[in-house]
């Protein structure tokens, strides 16, 4: 027999706020996250973009010092994220081998990696610290959730890109479906604002060059729109049977309806431009849902603010909705948070639980010319919904041709 799967806890920090509430807050006003970056390291590698969403709260005034230098900055993340949605969740009392982690990351431990091998070329080898292999370890904010909020079900990684975290949650979902566990713990971080990944995207002319204003580079569809802005962060949502939610009085934010993973196996950065990967994965999505591409009323969109990317999703939600894709609500929050990478997904998963929790859709900024190309009720200011029940999906695409959506319904 199907179970229903709910949401119960939400938890991120974010270039918007150093807690879900506060970044929820901060996106419903408007606000961008995006910031020069003010670092040392701009100027000694002489860095072409110097903009980026770092997280608004350094991690240092959330967590203890032996747990700043214990672990790296995406096992950081995923900590405080993963402990705010577990408080959020009411602390459920659970039997640890039925509580499961199922994390996610696109790039790992690169602050750790990088450092290390500093240590190790100008100081030598007895100079590495010897925790530096589990602190790059890409399972290290798994295992550092895992252990800090005591599940022993799994402590599951995801590393697909840009799709990373959506495809843990949609994991959550077939956890819980197959018995695996009572509750879990889903989401993804990154902490990709560090000179590398800055340079690296810059050289593939991914990144937007928007340097006088960064506040409004990331513009999702717009016809000036130059390339994607780096982010960030990370978020985690709480995710159970609605019958052991029921049985201990939790709040229910959103029933969970499942989620899909497809590959494009196109090219290993570009998209598919006819779509056909994601078209396959919202189609897929929406049939383990049990629910009618008519029934979508919202769509969080990956909408990086690439000229080619933002092209291919629209194509794909084209090929899926065909004309009633005009009817659907579709918000591009990357705009406000940058793009997290391996955390996306989750912070986009979790702005669409809230959303249909609250009965509001958060908008999409700086999009002020829309792309001819482009035909989308796109969401540019805080948008009430009615009480009646609606179906949303989150999506997420990333290199390597990885395609992952859920589908959510609000209660």
Known sequence: ???????????????????FADTWTALLAKESGIRTVDE???????????????????????LTRQETKRLDPSSQYALIAARE?????????VVPERFLVDWATGIGGIWTLTDGMDTLREKGARRVLPMTIPMLMPNGPAAAVSMALGARAGARTVVSACASSTESIANAYDHLQNGDADIVIAGG???????????????????????????????????????????????????????????????IYAELLGGAVTSDAFHITAPDPEGTGGARAVINALERAGVERTDVAHINAHATSTPVGDIAEIRALERVFGDHLGSIAISATKSSTGHLLGGAGAIEAAFTVKALAEKTLPPTINTTQMDDSIHIDLVTEPRPIG????????????????????????V
């Open 1 to 19: 027999m199907t179970k229903k799967i709910v949401v119960t806890g939400i938890g991120a920090t974010t270039p918007l706020g150093g807690t």
């Open 40 to 62: 040392p390291w701009v100027e000694t590698y002489d860095l072409p973009i110097r903009f980026a969403g770092s997280v608004k709260v350094s991690p240092d005034e959330v």
């Open 85 to 93: 949605a577990w408080a959020d969740a009411g602390s459920p009392e």
């Open 189 to 251: 971080s990154e902490a990709s604002i560090h000179p590398l990944p800055l340079a690296a995207f810059a050289a593939m002319h991914a990144l937007s060059s928007r340097s006088d204003d960064p506040a409004t580079a990331s513009r999702p569809y717009d016809v000036t729109r130059d390339g994607f802005v780096l982010g960030a962060g990370g978020a985690a949502l709480v995710i159970e049977t609605e019958e052991h939610a029921l049985a201990r009085g939790a709040r």
């Open 387 to 410: 009480d009646e029940p609606i179906v949303a999906i989150s999506t997420s695409f990333g290199f390597g041709g990885h395609n992952a959506v859920v589908a959510l319904r609000s």
